[in-house]
């Protein structure tokens, strides 16, 4: 059923009087005499006067107007045999279509709707690819997206923004980053979904280095050497393979002493960890006694990684 077109404002001259009059005792105390025959109800009167002749007008928008209107919402007016349809059946479509909620008004809408449309993206950024190679590209998808609220200290006033940070599923890379190109079609396309005032930047993830040292005892026998113990490291950093759970370390989530020699001694060839030392030359992250903090927006990769095996 489609919506009613709504009048954008229908305040009469005696509501807007009432109004104004209404007003008079908040802002001015002195002010007793509200008679008709007070200079100051006169040009009360006399606004109310104007501003109703403004709200006619604003009723009065012409047609070429509204319809540039609706085009920045992304509804464009049909024709039938050259024929433009009636701006009120424009304007109708365009309502029913705000009325459905297909915006992202949730951290875990953005990070489902990025992972969905970064899929179309890909296919035709490789699509494109392709056609000036002349060679099949296979499109890379999105592994992992998250939202985070951002605000850019360079900003005066500051002012929150919605950060869509998106991994590429590439893991091979150990620092997997999108192209440029891929986070601009997302961007386009994250726009068309999110509320007209909400101020939106896709990138991609920001990583911590991280420097792991340990002295490891293993059981007698298992064979394990430093290399070894050192993958297992690397993985339990990965951004898409890392974590307890393997499907990536978290966003902004701290390295810590505890759970590195909780993932270490759990490993079946490791009889205990003699030591461990967690450290970062990165400026963004900051040591403390229980490991390493990193900011919300960022990952960890693992840069260098000592492993001494004793046993």
């Known amino acids: 059923m489609p919506l009613p077109v709504p009048n954008l404002d229908d305040r009469t001259f005696d509501q807007l009087v009432l109004e104004g009059r209404s007003l008079i005792p908040r802002y001015s105390q002195e002010w007793t005499n509200h008679n008709p025959s007070d200079p100051g109800i ?5 606004f109310a006067w104007l501003t109703e002749t403004a709200l ?24 039938s045999d050259a024929q433009p349809e009636a701006i009120d059946t ?7 279509a705000l009325d459905t909620v297909t915006r992202t008004v949730t951290a ?22 392709a056609k000036k190679t002349g060679t099949a590209i296979i499109p ?20 929150p923004a919605a950060l869509v940070i998106v991994v590429p599923d590439q893991p091979q890379a150990p620092k997997p980053i999108p192209s440029q190109d891929l986070t601009d079609k997302i961007f386009q396309q994250l726009r068309q979904h999110c509320l007209l005032t909400t101020r939106l930047h896709v990138v991609g993830p920001q990583y911590i280095d991280i420097d792991v040292q340990t002295t490891i005892s293993r059981k007698s026998g298992s064979g394990s ?6 993958q297992s490291i690397r993985t339990f950093l990965d951004p898409l393979r890392g974590g307890f759970d393997g499907t990536g370390w978290k966003f902004g989530r701290s390295v810590y002493y505890s759970e590195m020699y909780q993932w270490l001694e759990t490993l079946p060839n490791v009889d205990h960890v003699e030591s461990l030392a967690i450290s970062s030359k990165s400026g963004q992250s900051k040591a403390t006694r229980e490991g390493v903090d990193i900011p919300s927006q960022a990952l960890v990769s693992a840069a260098a990684v000592t492993v001494t095996v004793k046993g």
Not at 90 to 96: D, G, S, V
Not at 116 to 129: F, Q, S, V
């Open 42 to 46: 006169t040009l009360l009167e006399l």
């Open 56 to 79: 006619f007008q604003l009723n009065q928008v012409p047609d070429i107007s509204i319809e540039r209107f609706l085009q920045i919402l992304n509804v464009c007016r049909k024709y």
């Open 90 to 96: 424009t304007l109708q479509r365009a309502l029913n």
């Open 108 to 129: 875990d809408d953005f990070e489902t709707l990025a992972k969905a449309l970064a899929a179309d993206a890909a296919k035709e950024l490789a699509a494109d690819a």
């Open 140 to 159: 890379v998808p999105i592994a992992r997206a998250t939202f985070v609220v951002y605000t850019d200290p360079l900003c005066q006033p500051a002012t």
């Open 225 to 230: 050497t430093s290399a070894d113990f050192e």
